[in-house]
C-alpha cells in the first residue's frame, strides 16, 4: 500500500480545501500525485463543497429518534443555508439516518460522530457528497443523547415544523413516558434554560440582582422592604427561565407551575435532564 506523506495531504487540503480524509483517499487512488489528486476531488464535488463551507448555515431541522425499547433517545439539528433545502426529501431523509445512527452507535461527540461510517463511507464523507449534489452549505451542528436506566423514562417531542426539538428524562415509581412528553411539549412551547433553580449560575442571579437595584423605583427604599422586593423580582426571573417553576401550559388557569403539577399527577417523580434544541439559535 503507498505511504503517503503527511505534507502531502496538508498541501492537497491547502489546495482543494477538502478534509483530510478525503484527501488521503485522493492521493492513494492517484498514486500521490498532487495533480491528478486534486482533478480526483474536483470530479467528485468535494472541491465544491469545500468552497461553500464559509457559507452561513442558520436554517435546517432538528431530527428525532427513539429506540426500540424507548429506552433511548436522540436529537440532531442538521443545518443548511436556506429553508427550500431543509424542506427537501434529500435533506429530511438525511437527517434522520443521523438520528438513527445516534441512537444505534451512541458516539461520544461530534467528532467521533462524524469518522463513523454510513455504508462505506463516513458520515462527514456522506455530508460532503450531499453539500456537492444540492450545491448548499451543510453543516452537522450538534446532537444529545439521553439514555433511561432503572425507574427512569425519556420523552421526546418534536414541534411543527420540525424546529424545535425537546428530550426530557424523569425518574420515579409514578413517572411515565405520556407524563414526560407533557413535559418536553411545555418546554418547547416556553422554552425555560435551566430545569430548577440549583442549576442558576451565581453570577446569572447576580446580575439579575444588580438589574433589579438599578431600578428607578426602588431608589431610597429601605433595606428590609429593598430585599423583599428583590426576592420577589428572583422569583419573577425564577418562573421564566426555570422549567419547574414557569406556569404549566395545560394548566388552563394559568396559576400551577410545572413543579406543582408533577406532585400533584406523580408525586416523588424528578425531571433528571432536559435537553431542548432550537434550530439557528446562537449562530452567527
Given at each position: 500500500m503507498l505511504d503517503i506523506s503527511a505534507e502531502k495531504?496538508?498541501?492537497?487540503?491547502?489546495?482543494?480545501g477538502a478534509g483530510m480524509m478525503d484527501c488521503k483517499r485522493a492521493l492513494a487512488a492517484n498514486e500521490g500525485d498532487l495533480t491528478k489528486a486534486m482533478d480526483y476531488l474536483r470530479k467528485e464535488g468535494t472541491v465544491k463543497a469545500a468552497k461553500k463551507a464559509g457559507r452561513a448555515t442558520a436554517e435546517g431541522l432538528i431530527g428525532l429518534a427513539v429506540s426500540a425499547d424507548k429506552k433511548a433517545a436522540a436529537l440532531i439539528e442538521v443545518n443548511c443555508e436556506t429553508d427550500f433545502v431543509a424542506k427537501t426529501d434529500q435533506f429530511i431523509n438525511f437527517l434522520n439516518t443521523l438520528a438513527e445512527k445516534v441512537v444505534v452507535s451512541k458516539p461520544a461527540d461530534l467528532d467521533s460522530f462524524l469518522n463513523q461510517k454510513l455504508g462505506d463511507v463516513t458520515v462527514q464523507e456522506t455530508l460532503s457528497g450531499l453539500i456537492a449534489k444540492v450545491g448548499e452549505n451543510m453543516a452537522i451542528r450538534r446532537f444529545r443523547l439521553l439514555n433511561a436506566g432503572m425507574s427512569e423514562v425519556v420523552a421526546a417531542y418534536v414541534h411543527a415544523g420540525s424546529k424545535i426539538g425537546v428530550l426530557i428524562k424523569m425518574k420515579g415509581e409514578k413517572a411515565d413516558e405520556l407524563l414526560a412528553r407533557?413535559?418536553?411539549?411545555?418546554?418547547?412551547?416556553?422554552?425555560?434554560?435551566?430545569v430548577d433553580r440549583s442549576q442558576v449560575p451565581a453570577s446569572v442571579i447576580e446580575r439579575e440582582k444588580e438589574?433589579?437595584?438599578?431600578?428607578?423605583?426602588?431608589a431610597g427604599k429601605p433595606a428590609a422592604i429593598l430585599d423583599k422586593i428583590l426576592d420577589?423580582?428572583?422569583?419573577?426571573?425564577?418562573?421564566?427561565?426555570?422549567?419547574l417553576d414557569q406556569p404549566f401550559i395545560k394548566d388552563t388557569v394559568g396559576k400551577k407551575s410545572v413543579g406543582a403539577f408533577l406532585k400533584e399527577k406523580a408525586p416523588g417523580a424528578q425531571i433528571i435532564e432536559m435537553v431542548r434544541f432550537q434550530v439557528g439559535e446562537e449562530v452567527a
Open positions: 495531504v496538508k498541501e492537497l487540503r491547502e489546495k482543494s407533557d413535559i418536553a411539549m411545555h418546554s418547547a412551547a416556553m422554552s425555560p434554560s435551566y438589574i433589579a437595584k438599578a431600578s428607578p423605583d426602588l420577589g423580582k428572583l422569583n419573577r426571573y425564577y418562573s421564566e427561565v426555570c422549567l
